[in-house]
């Protein structure tokens, strides 16, 4: 993009909140070196992936550029003889594999840039920093007064938000900040409504709320100025940090960890659950609360950053609470956020999981009370408190503030719809998130139950018995059918079937027993009269006429009271022998 080309308008879609995900599924051998190719997956649907081809090369740049970290990544060692080896090439892939595991599941890592570019070259394609050049120079021909002294390099953690170390020209001796930032994908205000909304910070007074001294904002973007700190804020207090080094460097691995006095633990969680509670009693949607949005001002904190929710920015901690669906709210989100940096102050580091099984020994059993009832499984479940309960806890019910000054923020009726309605637009993504992860996860969650080696165990057992079920059930009906097949040779296998009204016709061996039958109807003359003796030897081929002729003498001359009674033998049970 050219210096000066005018960016496109509007909001950016993409979250870059969204966790990505990596799987290397094969490898690829040419002439001298070897191919991984992986398929990197945006959040919890299989269509949002798309495949990257990387060398061990493209993976140690990129382990060389994360080295500022000071974090020891578990990226293989090079090989320069035998490395096209089958085998060598397989322990490699499993190796890089455990690599791409660690930077996407890092909190810090999977959201740097180094590592976006590195698995998604296609969305992040763009020099942000020429960009935010670009609209800074824009502001400056306005607005001649301000002057860049230098650029903060990467002293955030948002890929689209650069910052500046400023100076006023009449002024020189006082440094200010100036941010930069597209708009997000939960902008939901009209630009005239968020271009006022942006203005309308500078006149906002509170003793916890950080000084804004200039805002503006476009279709696309928006600048904000405050005064720089050479303090820093709350975290680069916790981490011992520098304000001016970059992210990586200050947060990712500290050299001593070590948590906050129990007095400025309880102090400046008061003063920031007190800011928290008036903008929540203004409409005034927040949901960015983390240690480096909290200046510090002597023994005061100060909360940063309350642009971002109308810039439709994603929260630092997204990634933590869209698991869960009971933070369904910015007034939640905000508690959530709360027990994240409670824990950072109380024991110096961010919590290793959420939720939290179990909190190490803390100054004090109110600090421990407090984070259960906001990171522990059983909150998340049932619902956490709101920041007037918190205030009410005994952490933080006793805590004397000093400060005097009066709260200042008037929001026109008009804005505090607009404000009500972007709110529940920004809740509503946030559901709809919460709800496709809840779908996936109890997916994922059947497809483990029925491929693990007890579920295997269950089916070969109910496999073994239904083939011992159908085994007894064929053995009893082949007894069945040998059973019938014996009756029938029994009663004489060549007499013909009837139907069971039907009385069978007598046979010709029994005929001197039985009373002769009347003659018949008269037949044709061809016909011969049947014989009433009884021939000494059967012919082989009776006349047909002779048997229909007795058959329906017999039929009409049966008698029931002539049957005998008979005895049956039931040869359906299964014989052992």
Request: glycine residues 4%; proline residues 9%; hydrophobic residues 35%.
């Amino acid at each position: 993009m050219a210096f000066m080309e005018k960016p496109p308008a509007g909001k950016v879609l993409l979250d870059d909140t969204v966790p990505l995900t990596a799987q290397i599924e094969a490898s690829q051998s040419l002439h001298s070196h070897t191919e991984y190719i992986i398929r990197v997956q945006r959040g919890v649907s299989a269509e949002n992936s798309w495949q990257i081809v990387r060398r061990y090369s493209d993976f140690d740049l990129l382990n060389n550029s994360l080295q500022i970290s000071t974090l020891s990544l578990p990226l293989p060692p090079k090989k320069l003889i035998g490395n096209m080896e089958r085998e060598f090439i397989a322990e490699r892939q499993k190796g890089l594999q455990a690599y791409l595991d660690v930077i996407t599941t890092h909190h810090i890592l999977s959201n740097c840039e180094l590592v976006k570019k590195f698995l998604d070259p296609n969305s992040y394609s763009v020099n942000y920093t020429e960009i935010a050049l670009q609209h800074v120079s824009m502001f400056f021909r306005s607005e001649p007064k301000w002057e860049v002294v230098e650029p903060l390099k990467d002293i955030g953690w948002r890929i689209r938000k650069k910052y500046f170390l400023m100076k006023i020209k009449n002024q020189p001796k006082e440094r200010l900040m100036l941010s930069w930032a597209d708009l997000g994908p939960d902008k939901y205000l009209s630009d005239k409504d968020l271009q006022y909304a942006v203005k309308l910070l500078s006149s906002c007074s509170h003793p916890y709320i950080y000084k804004i001294t200039f805002a503006t904002a476009n279709e696309s973007s928006a600048l904000v100025i405050r005064p720089f700190s050479e303090k820093g804020t709350l975290k680069d207090l916790i981490y011992k940090g520098k304000p001016k080094d970059p992210f990586l460097k200050k947060y990712c691995n500290p050299k001593k960890i070590q948590g906050l006095e129990l007095q400025q633990i309880k102090t400046y969680g008061r003063q920031i659950l007190e800011v928290l509670k008036f903008l929540h009693e203004k409409g005034f949607p927040y949901g960015h609360l983390h240690s480096a949005n909290v200046m510090l001002d002597g023994d005061t904190c100060k909360l940063l950053d309350l642009e971002n929710s109308l810039l439709g920015l994603p929260s630092f901690y997204r990634s933590y609470f869209s698991q869960f669906r009971k933070i369904n709210t910015l007034e939640g989100v905000d508690v959530h956020c709360f027990g994240h940096l409670l824990y950072e102050m109380t024991y110096g580091r961010p919590p290793d999981t959420i939720p939290v099984d179990s909190f190490p020994p803390a100054p004090s059993v109110f600090v421990v009370s407090v984070l259960e009832s906001i990171l522990t499984c059983e909150a998340m479940k049932n619902g956490m408190p709101t920041v007037s309960r918190l205030l009410q806890m005994p952490l933080f019910s006793d805590v004397l503030l000093t400060n005097s000054e009066k709260p200042q923020f008037k929001i026109p009726t008009k804005l505090k719809e607009a404000l009500k309605t972007s709110k529940e637009c920004i809740e509503k993504r946030l559901t709809e998130e919460q709800k496709l992860i809840h779908q996936h996860r109890r997916l994922t969650r059947a497809q483990s139950h029925h491929g693990s080696e007890e579920e295997k165990k269950k089916r070969k057992i109910l496999a073994r018995k239904k083939s011992k079920r159908s085994a007894y059930e064929s053995g009893e009906e082949h007894s069945a059918k040998y059973s019938n097949s014996n009756n029938s040779a029994g009663s004489g296998a060549s007499s013909p079937l009837t139907s069971p009204s039907s009385p069978t016709p007598p046979s010709t061996a029994g005929a001197s027993l039985i009373p002769p039958a009347p003659p018949p109807p008269p037949l044709p003359p061809a016909a011969p009269p049947p014989s009433t003796e009884v021939p000494a030897q059967p012919s082989p081929q009776p006349d047909v006429s002779a048997s229909r002729g007795a058959l329906l003498s017999s039929i009409q001359n049966f008698q029931k009271g002539t049957l005998k009674k008979t005895q049956t033998c039931d040869y359906s049970a299964p014989r052992i022998s």
